[in-house]
């Protein structure tokens, strides 16, 4: 018997802005998004909150917010930070308000942990959310041994140039055609609207458009592609590694 593909479409920066919220909630009703995380720092993430206890089928976790950087002439700088990311114990102490947040917000755990610019891999970072994904029992994105990330389905390059192939039906269908047997995390950010200052701006109702676009939910099915979400993995996916 072949191998399953199981694949969740996870939505990052849910409750970042109210545009963000409304493409995330198309995307999730009309498209192929099955999860989300949550900025629980910004001023719509109450509103991804009520959204989400409402629609319990989105699996929803917690999307750690410790700044964002933005590529401008020919170097990374800050746009803001929260804490300093090499203090140890600034790292723990936001990570626990946040996670504090998130509950108080949602009314139980996230289903899985990730962060904002994937800064969780640096250390300490990875360190701390390693503990506190292993007490929760839950993924932390890059560091599950069962659930793979792709990033690829993005509208930039890593110096932010535009990248339009890589969020077309073409190039998602693309990326469908090269999952692995297993489980998949595939992630996103669909948004509608104008009311958030980032580098990553008019991609996001593209995303839209292509998660809703029915050419991939065809080429899913065709391709024998299991949607799942964090809250009804395959066995043996939760977790990070050792």
């Not at 469908?176 to 009311?195: A, M, Q």
Request: charged letters at 20%; glycine letters at 8%.
């Amino acid at each position: 018997m072949a191998a399953k593909h199981y694949l969740i479409v996870n939505a990052d920066d849910f409750g970042q802005s109210h545009s963000v919220n409304w493409g995330i909630i198309e995307a999730h009703e009309r498209g192929i998004v099955t999860s989300a995380s949550l900025m629980v720092r910004w001023p719509a993430a109450a509103e991804a909150a009520v959204y989400s206890r409402q629609h319990p089928n989105l699996s929803l976790g917690l999307h750690v917010d410790f700044g964002e950087w933005a590529y401008r002439g020919d170097d990374w700088v800050s746009l803001y930070q929260v804490v300093p990311i090499n203090d140890t114990t600034a790292v723990a102490d936001e990570v626990s308000r946040q996670l504090t947040t998130f509950r108080r917000l949602v009314g139980k755990d996230p289903t899985h942990i990730d962060s904002h610019q994937h800064v969780h891999l640096w250390e300490p970072l990875r360190t701390v959310l390693t503990e506190v994904a292993r007490d929760l029992t839950v993924p932390l994105r890059h560091c599950s041994a069962a659930v793979r990330y792709r990033g690829d389905f993005y509208g930039q390059t890593a110096e932010g140039i535009p990248f339009p192939d890589a969020i077309s039906v073409d190039g998602l269908i693309k990326i469908l055609e090269t999952l692995p047997p297993g489980c998949t995390e595939l992630g996103c950010h669909p948004g509608l609207g104008n009311d958030l200052d980032t580098m990553y701006c008019s991609e996001r109702a593209e995303e839209v458009k292509v998660l809703c676009d029915p050419r991939v939910r065809t080429s899913i099915v065709a391709m024998g592609i299991e949607l799942r979400s964090f809250l009804n993995l395959p066995a043996r996916s939760v977790g990070v590694m050792p």
